[in-house]
């Protein structure tokens, strides 16, 4: 089956700095990668998502970069704010099946 | 669109009695749901797949006697811890997807619900 590593488990950043969370998967069959963002007591909520056929994909001050020859993806979060502070998850996923990385913590110091 | 509900929100009960908790699909219909367990600080651990009309899919640990899934219907799935003890004590999320009605082919997820177990 697919196996989803996210690193790192925490990351700190300096307001206004950027913040890069990654994730390796391993099946090659997986063709849909969101990251989806926790906050504290509330459910996973989708930030932004990419499919394979896209290299990378930009929604504001947040994005996705996908390499598929290497199996990796990445979000990008540019010009934190203190309300950027929350557990992100990314996932790997093909037809019904998700597999979800560990979580980063992110918190943006002020 | 793409909402997906969870009852109860919270719930307390005492060890050896069992608690249902109820996922909904408001607005999209889901041919899959998915259970999750998640502790404090750590990542979603996914319990089952719950497919409509046909047994849930549970993942290597996971008793199948203990948290009965069922998925009557293309809106709702339930779990129901039998039994319960304080171990049980967690945190747990449903989330339903890809499917018809829903903007993308993502999962969304309930608003989970807290169980403690005296």
């Known amino acids: 089956g697919e196996n989803v590593e996210q690193h790192p488990s925490t990351l700190s950043v300096q307001e206004g700095d950027s913040a890069v969370i990654k994730c390796t998967y391993s099946?090659?069959?997986?063709?849909?990668f969101p990251w989806y963002k926790q906050e504290l007591g509330k459910r996973p909520q989708l930030i932004i998502d990419i499919r394979s056929n896209v290299g990378e994909k930009k929604d504001q001050r947040i994005a996705v970069t996908l390499n598929k020859t290497a199996k990796h993806f990445s979000l990008h979060i540019t010009e934190t704010q203190p309300e950027d502070s929350a557990v992100y998850f990314c996932a790997a996923s093909w037809g019904n099946q998700f597999y979800f990385g560990t979580g980063t913590s992110l918190t943006v110091i002020p | 669109g793409a909402v997906v509900s969870q009852h109860p929100s919270r719930v307390i009960c005492k060890s050896g009695t069992s608690v249902k908790i109820e996922c909904r699909s408001l607005d999209f219909q889901a041919t899959t749901m998915f259970w999750y367990r998640q502790f404090p600080k750590q990542s979603l651990m996914l319990m089952a797949t719950?497919?409509?009309?046909?047994?849930?899919?549970?993942e290597q640990g996971v008793e199948k006697d203990k948290f009965l899934i069922n998925h009557a219907s293309l809106t709702l799935s339930t779990l129901t811890v039998t039994s319960a003890h304080p171990e049980d004590s967690s945190f747990y999320i449903c989330?339903?997807?890809?499917?018809?009605?829903?903007?993308?082919?993502?999962?969304?997820f309930g608003p989970g619900t807290r169980l403690t177990v005296l």
């Open positions: 719950s497919n409509e009309g046909s047994k849930a899919t549970y």
């Open positions: 099946d090659s069959a997986s063709n849909y």
């Open positions: 989330s339903a997807g890809p499917g018809t009605g829903a903007s993308t082919d993502t999962q969304y």
